[in-house]
Each structure stands twice: as structure tokens, then as C-alpha cells.
């Protein structure tokens, strides 16, 4: 074969045929890839990056089963009004109810989940690893002291779902109480992890501390064995949290004095609200009247002098 | 050996060029987004997450709402919950949410210091492992930063499984397809939350725009402390941590 570099002889010209094998298996070859190229790549693939681009389309399609508390108002308005006010006003109704779109299929399709105990508990059991500030029961604990004698008893026979705190008032003015719950409140910039308040830490979360008086008075009245903090339910939400429950609505009282056929009677004194005022009101019973109107000796004094914050 | 022919092209220049055209023009045909110009990238979302973990109760209605949702199979996760408790002697125990019911049980442990919850989920890496090393192509990352599985491309063969630091993939049992969360791409394409951040009541998942400097994940991340998992693997997660313990793995 002649180099390049060698200058051109006269003559014939030269005679390329021994080379069309050559570019007929190379034209074949290149036909071939072509072919198993188009077979193996999908369509769309590489049009955004390395994957089939009509895959982001197919992933897209699905349809969502969560809809959001929009869609359960549409039909169910009266009941959102109600939840979005109480403590579970940040809960979605499909956190506990399920998804929305089996419920729209099927009207039946919904759980009746609070319906369980464990339901509740799924969230409400003591457990070490929640937030000190989220309220939780231990269960027999918690039947102990209200007298229920039933374990079975299922929460929703005094907690409502919606509304579990029977608060009439809106949750953000209801807490008025300008305590300090949280270490960080002190501990400035410190989140309030701690399980125990470490030894030899100061007991500054005492009611009777800037409550001395009230405190006093609870101790010799009725109700001198519950603690402060079962009636007056302080749910840390903010520097300003706390609630009093001296306005709320009288069924607060009988969460535990309610007559219910769980009950044995060797709790609480029972009753039914509406006998009771049948039986203490000699006019037409006031609906609207609360308990601590008759009952306030038996809780404790008010509270009526200046709190000295001397922390 | 001397050229007198200056000028024009050697034989192995020409096929030096075709080669590099032919490549060149092959890459471009096969990739388009290659070619792609002058689209800023910081005209289209890119999704991202945060989980503060200071606010998790473990109640799990994340996992029940992620099952429901995109038919998660039974013994699989595409997120779970993490109880971490440590004790006194600084030993850390860490046990999951059991039982088909998905709740944890008291279980007390003597002398837990220190008890909290880790929601886990896809970390949706910026440089994931998983798209890496698959060989077919059907693990990738959408425009928007989303890690996803092509289904009808995946072959099940579990390198990505296998690639995966924070164990967040599994291989569908009956369909045998790599799965995974895909953060509902089908629900944030349409403008909905994931269906873990919405069954979340104490809003402890924080799903956002990161190119949105108004959107609530883009705020926190300016405003709290928060780290990603494994960072050592130079995965670049997008998924936040706030107020995580150094326990967390």
C-alpha cells in the first residue's frame, strides 16, 4: 500500500473495489446498532437526563386518596367548625378517619376509629420518647382516678374527638395563664427535652408557689387529692399558655361526675346535669349555669390577689 | 518522513474528526437535555423536606397515611418512625413501631435519659446513590429534585437497594419492582402535600420550594439549627433534620 506522503503516479487510477466489503460490513454494522439501538432505548428516553422523560408523566397520574379537611367541610361543615376550634383543630379529619377518597366511594367507608381506645392511644399513651408538653394518660391511671371501672371503656364516652377539651371559648384567647411551663422559658434557647427535672433542681413549677392562698384552700376542701394540673390543663403552646377552666362549660365537672353506666359507684358522686338542675333549681332549670356557681367550696377559694412573680 | 501535502488532512485526522462528530451528534440525538440552553433551573421548584423532631409524638399516622396512599406492602416502609431511647450508661437502644397496627407500646427501658422519635423517609439526594448506580436507567431525579423509580424500567436486580445509606429502598414483593418514597409526586404535582405531611397533627413533616425563599421550609431552614443524615457519604440529602441529636444515624 502506497503512503500518503508519496507523490501520485501517472497511470490508471487506482482501484478502490477491494475496499467495498469493507464499507458494506461497516454500513451493515451500522444498520444493525441502529436497529437494536431503537429496540432497546425506550421512545422519550433522555429527554430530560438519563431515564425515560415519559416516565415523570406516568407518575403523575395517579389519583390522590388523602383529599384534606376542605373536602370533608363540604359536606360535613357543621362538624369542621366545631373541630377547628378545640385542641384537635390541627388534627386532619383523615388522621384518625382514614382516607377520604374510600369515604366518597363508599359513605359507609370511614373509621370510626375513635370508637377504639387504642385509637386515642396512638397518640395519647405516656410514653417516655413524646414531648413532655403533649398531653398523655397512662391509662389505668387515669380510669383510677375518675372511678371507671370498665377497661374497655372506649375514650369518646367523655372525650369528643372534636371538641376533646369541651372548650366554648376560642383556644387562643382561653389561655390566659401567663405561667411559666417550659425549661426554655428560663433556659433561654434550650428545647424542653428533658424526661426529669434534674436533682437538686429548684421546684419552681409549684401552683402554690404564686397560688399560696389558693393552694392552702384547695388542700382542706374536696378535692384536696387531684392535682392542680388535672382541672387546669396547661398545654404548652407559647410563653402564655395555661388554661383555667373556672368559665368553661359545666360539662368539664362531670367528665368525672357524670352518671354513665361504665361508672361504679364508689368513684366521684354521679350525676346527670339536666336531673341535677331539675333537683337543685326551683325556677326553670338554667341550662347555661356552671357548677362552680354551688360547688366552689368544695374545689377551692378563688384566686383574687396580685401574683407576685418573684421568680 | 516529511508531508508535502500541508494543508490538507491525514487519514487519521479525518477519521479523528468523524469519530469526534459522529460521537458528538450520537450524544446529542440519545440526550436532547444536553443541548438544552438558557432554561434557569431556579425557575422550577425544587422540592425538599424537613422533619422537626422536637415535635414527633410517634404516633405514626405518617406510616398509616403513606400505606394507605400508595399501597405500601405489608413489611415494607417507604417511612417509618425510630424511637431512639438512651440510657444512663449511654447505651442507645432504637426499636420501630411493631405490629401490623404500626404503634408503639411503653416497653419501659430502666434508666432512659433521654427518649425521642426520628420519622425517616427518602432523603431525595441531590447526588443519590441510587440513580447512580442503576444500570438501566430507572432510578432518577426529576427537574423538580425528586428521586423516582421508573417501574416499567426497573429490572429488580436491588443495586440500588444495596447503594441506598439510609435503607429507604425495598423491592416490591409481588411486583418486583425497586419502590420507594417518590415524596406523592403525583399529589405535589398537582399542588397537594404528601400524605405523610398532611396526616402529620403536629406538623413535625415540612414539605417545601427550596428555590421559594418565602416557603415555610425555606424560613425554618434560615431560623432553626438542622443537619442531614450521613452527611460523611456525600449524598447531599435533601431532607432536614431540626434539633437532631447526634445519636441519630
Redesign the interface.
Known amino acids: 500500500m502506497r503512503?500518503?506522503?508519496e507523490?501520485p503516479e501517472s497511470g490508471p487510477p487506482p482501484d478502490y473495489r477491494h475496499a467495498y466489503p469493507v464499507f458494506l460490513i461497516m454500513g451493515g454494522l451500522l444498520v444493525v446498532a441502529l436497529a437494536v439501538r431503537a429496540w432497546l432505548?425506550?421512545e422519550t428516553?433522555?429527554?430530560?437526563?438519563?431515564?425515560?422523560g415519559a416516565?415523570?408523566d406516568?407518575?403523575?397520574?395517579?389519583?390522590?386518596?388523602?383529599l384534606?379537611r376542605q373536602a370533608c367541610a363540604e359536606c360535613h361543615d357543621d362538624v369542621a367548625a366545631l373541630h377547628a376550634k378545640d385542641a384537635?383543630g390541627?388534627?386532619?379529619c383523615?388522621?384518625c378517619h382514614?382516607?377520604g377518597s374510600?369515604h366518597v366511594e363508599d359513605a359507609e367507608n370511614v373509621l370510626p376509629r375513635a370508637d377504639r381506645q387504642?385509637d386515642c392511644?396512638?397518640?395519647h399513651?405516656?410514653?417516655?420518647?413524646?414531648?413532655g408538653s403533649?398531653p398523655q394518660i397512662d391509662r389505668d391511671e387515669h380510669f383510677r382516678l375518675v372511678g371507671v371501672t370498665n377497661a374497655a371503656t372506649a375514650c369518646v364516652r367523655c372525650h369528643s374527638g372534636h371538641e376533646p377539651l369541651f372548650m366554648n371559648k376560642d383556644l387562643r384567647t382561653a389561655r390566659l395563664h401567663p405561667l411559666i411551663h417550659a425549661c426554655g422559658d428560663c433556659h433561654l434557647g434550650r428545647?424542653d427535652?428533658?424526661?426529669?427535672q434534674p436533682a437538686g433542681h429548684p421546684q419552681i413549677f409549684q401552683c402554690s408557689y404564686c397560688h399560696a392562698d389558693v393552694s392552702a384552700s384547695a388542700a382542706k376542701a374536696e378535692h384536696h387529692a387531684i392535682a392542680c394540673t388535672t382541672c387546669h390543663l396547661f398545654i404548652k403552646e407559647n410563653a402564655f399558655s395555661g388554661r383555667i377552666v373556672r368559665d368553661t362549660d359545666p360539662r368539664f365537672c362531670l367528665l368525672c361526675h357524670g352518671q354513665a353506666d361504665f361508672r361504679s359507684q364508689d368513684g366521684p358522686p354521679l350525676i346527670t346535669w339536666p336531673g341535677h338542675l331539675a333537683d337543685v333549681s326551683e325556677e326553670t332549670p338554667d341550662p347555661t349555669r356552671a357548677c362552680v356557681d354551688c360547688h366552689q367550696d368544695q374545689i377551692h377559694d378563688l384566686f383574687e390577689k396580685e401574683v407576685s412573680h418573684g421568680l | 518522513m516529511g508531508c508535502d501535502c500541508a494543508g490538507m488532512m491525514t487519514r487519521r485526522e479525518m477519521i479523528q474528526r468523524l469519530v469526534t462528530g459522529a460521537t458528538g451528534s450520537l450524544l446529542v440525538w440519545t440526550f436532547p437535555a444536553l443541548a438544552a440552553e438558557g432554561e434557569d433551573p431556579r425557575d422550577r421548584p425544587l422540592y425538599a423536606y424537613a422533619v422537626d423532631t422536637t415535635r414527633c409524638i410517634g404516633c405514626c399516622a405518617c406510616m398509616r397515611a403513606c400505606r394507605a396512599e400508595n399501597d405500601v406492602p405489608d413489611g415494607c416502609f417507604r417511612t417509618w418512625i425510630e424511637r431512639y431511647r438512651v440510657r444512663a450508661n449511654g447505651e442507645v437502644l432504637v426499636d420501630v413501631a411493631a405490629g401490623d397496627d404500626h404503634v408503639f407500646e411503653e416497653d419501659p427501658v430502666p434508666d432512659t435519659v433521654k427518649a425521642f422519635f426520628v420519622p425517616k423517609l427518602c432523603n431525595h439526594c441531590e447526588k443519590s446513590v441510587c440513580s447512580q448506580v442503576c444500570p438501566v436507567g430507572a432510578t432518577y431525579e426529576t427537574p423538580e429534585g425528586v428521586v423516582l423509580v421508573d417501574q416499567k424500567r426497573c429490572i429488580g436486580c436491588g443495586y440500588c437497594v444495596q447503594a441506598c445509606p439510609y435503607g429507604t429502598r425495598f423491592i416490591h414483593p409481588t411486583k418486583h419492582y425497586a419502590d420507594k418514597c417518590t415524596l406523592c409526586y403525583h399529589r405535589i404535582s398537582r399542588g397537594e402535600l404528601p400524605a405523610c405531611v398532611l396526616a402529620c397533627p403536629k406538623g413535625v413533616r415540612i414539605f417545601g420550594d427550596l428555590h421559594d425563599p418565602e416557603s415555610r421550609l425555606s424560613t425554618m431552614l434560615k431560623q432553626r439549627r438542622y443537619r442531614v443524615l450521613k452527611p460523611e457519604m456525600g449524598t447531599h440529602p435533601k431532607c432536614y433534620y431540626l434539633d437532631l441529636d447526634f445519636e441519630v444515624v
Open positions: 503512503s500518503p506522503s507523490p432505548v425506550p428516553f433522555g429527554e430530560f437526563g438519563y431515564y425515560r416516565a415523570l406516568e407518575a403523575k397520574v395517579r389519583t390522590s386518596r388523602y384534606g384537635h390541627s388534627v386532619e383523615e388522621t382514614g382516607p374510600a387504642q392511644l396512638v397518640c399513651r405516656r410514653l417516655d420518647a413524646r414531648p403533649f428545647q427535652q428533658t424526661l426529669k
